[in-house]
């Protein structure tokens, strides 16, 4: 009997399955992970989600009028919203045929590479938080901050903008939108070296991201994995060059992608270290499309009055912050969509956490969570 | 890269034509439509065949026609390495709503399948875990059916405000 050999030996060998989440703070929202363990060792892992589940697509489904889910598109990644809203009214843009104003198309690819070093900078800073390194997560702050304040100036708000429409924008821009967005890009580059500094090639981060959570190419591109995921595992693979959406086509950058520098390729250094080299590659977007975005135009006037697309049906994907995020929209000529369906890319990222985890030790869990980088709010919708 | 009409010739060839349909909207993207019980063969082929190598499942849909009393399936493959992607639809009656689960060919396909059920009701045969993923186990109805009433308590507890 197990008892009697545990009052003999003094060893419990069997298995453990404890929770690690709903609350846990490196689970970045409510995200609930069964972990079957020996020992410290995760033999199994089990994700349960669904605790932030708002009903997106049956909301989209019943508003009777298509403009009005851009509002709730914000919220399922309520980090990079932008990005959400994009993708959203490119598929619509799609489907209604609609021609977008060169003025909103320069400002829009701006303000969603603005958006993406701001959520990089989340997911950078809380990566190092949950591995124990403080400060960097204050020097991502200070950072995404000054995007905040450039996007409340434009926008109105600071998380979640309802910014961008169907054919235009809902606001016109700003006056001194070009000199502030100048000026962080100025002020910006030099960071990116302090933060190399001070955590991507700190000893003590290396050795707990390195050989961790490795993820190869094949089980990768099986599960579909999209963005700094995927290019982690050594894939060059990124929508503005490989599916080119919007104005990207025009823009000089390079893809970053993992090379298993410091450890095995696709660990979880790599996931990281692509985050940090892409917010580079945003910058250098964002110079050209300034260089390039016309100073006069009106925002407004390629809003169509009322949206009734024909009958129909389309997937348009853009690449997020996070990844491939896919809309899927069938039209039936009624008012409101007849299916929305949002393809998440920390849904399916997470979808794979059982396979990269197994083996690995639970400490070693919280770094594998923060290295693929999930907002719950998009996993649940 | 093939355009969808190669595809389609291509697919009428190695399956018949009463296998594959041809599909499109007054907008969009067209799609195919194959029958239900032959998906899982269709997906490896369209897998593992030189010419098209669809190594990727975007995404997985599942919709409610309530109209014809049907529900559907819809699939969004690309090809990483050719570079062409297409769409195609499954649809079953809403009495009998089986379709093989695709989970063997492309992993990603476990999530999204226990999402479709969980939404409007799929069942996945030979699915390795169809539970519910985004409601609780024990939730009633499918709410993404067009007809879906909630239920009016869950475990004690109303669920309107």
């Known amino acids: ?381 | 890269m093939k355009e969808q009409e190669e595809i389609f010739d291509y697919l009428k060839e190695q399956f018949g034509e009463d296998t594959v349909e041809f599909m499109k909207g007054d907008v969009g993207r067209p799609w195919f439509q194959f029958p239900a019980v032959r998906i899982k063969e269709i997906a490896k082929f369209l897998r593992d065949t030189a010419e098209l190598r669809f190594n990727t499942l975007m995404c997985l849909s599942g919709v409610h026609y309530a109209k014809e009393e049907e529900l559907g399936v819809t699939y969004h493959v690309h090809s990483t390495t050719l570079g062409h992607s297409m769409a195609f639809k499954v649809r079953v009656p809403i009495d009998q709503p089986n379709v093989p689960s695709v989970e063997s060919i492309w992993k990603t396909a476990d999530w999204h399948e226990r999402e479709a059920m969980d939404m409007v009701g799929v069942m996945f045969d030979d699915h390795p875990n169809l539970k519910r993923i985004l409601t609780p186990e024990d939730w009633e109805g499918y709410p993404l059916r067009k007809d879906y009433e909630p239920q009016e308590f869950y475990q004690g507890m109303p669920t309107t405000a």
């Open chain 1, 1 to 381: 009997m197990i008892e009697e050999q545990i009052l003999e030996t003094g060893k419990d060998t069997r298995e453990m399955t404890i929770n690690m989440g709903p609350q846990h703070p490196s689970t970045h929202g409510v995200l609930r992970l069964e972990l079957v363990l020996d020992g410290e060792m995760v033999k199994q892992c089990r994700p349960n989600i669904g605790y932030l589940h708002r009903c997106f697509e049956k909301y989209a489904e019943s508003v009777e009028d298509y403009a009005k889910v851009i509002p709730y598109t914000d919220r399922m990644d309520y980090v990079s919203a932008m990005n959400q809203e994009h993708g959203y009214v490119i598929a619509l843009e799609r489907l209604l045929e609609v021609e977008v104003p060169e003025r909103v198309e320069y400002m829009r690819v701006i303000v969603a590479e603005l958006q993406r070093i701001a959520s990089h900078l989340l997911g950078i800073g809380t990566f190092g938080l949950d591995l124990g390194a403080f400060t960097p997560f204050l020097y991502c702050f200070t950072e995404r901050e000054k995007i905040l304040s450039i996007f409340e100036k434009a926008t109105g708000a600071r998380l979640l903008y309802n910014y961008m429409a169907v054919g235009g924008l809902m606001r016109d821009i700003p006056k001194d939108f070009k000199s502030d967005t100048a000026e962080f890009v100025k002020t910006f580059r030099p960071k990116i070296k302090e933060l190399n500094d001070l955590l991507s090639y700190n000893k003590i981060f290396i050795d707990r991201t390195a050989h961790i959570g490795i993820l190869p190419k094949e089980v990768a591109l099986n599960y579909a994995a999209s963005g700094p995921v995927l290019r982690g595992s050594g894939v060059e693979w990124d929508l503005r060059k490989n599916d080119p959406y919007s104005i990207y086509d025009r823009f000089d950058f390079e893809i970053p992608v993992g090379k298993g520098e410091v450890g095995t390729l696709g660990d979880c250094w790599d996931r990281y270290i692509v985050r940090v080299r892409e917010m580079e590659q945003s910058l250098r977007i964002i110079e050209q499309a300034l260089d390039g975005m016309p100073d006069e135009g009106d925002v407004k006037e390629g809003i169509p009055k009322r949206i009734r697309p024909k009958e129909g049906e389309i997937y348009t994907r853009t690449e997020t912050p996070r990844g491939e995020l896919g809309y899927y929209i069938i039209s039936d000529k009624g008012a409101s969509p007849y299916r929305v369906k949002a393809r998440a890319p920390s849904f399916v990222h997470l979808s794979m956490l059982p396979a990269i985890s197994k083996g690995a030790l639970i400490a070693d869990m919280v770094a594998i969570v923060g290295s693929i980088d999930i907002v719950l709010g998009e996993v649940d919708r």
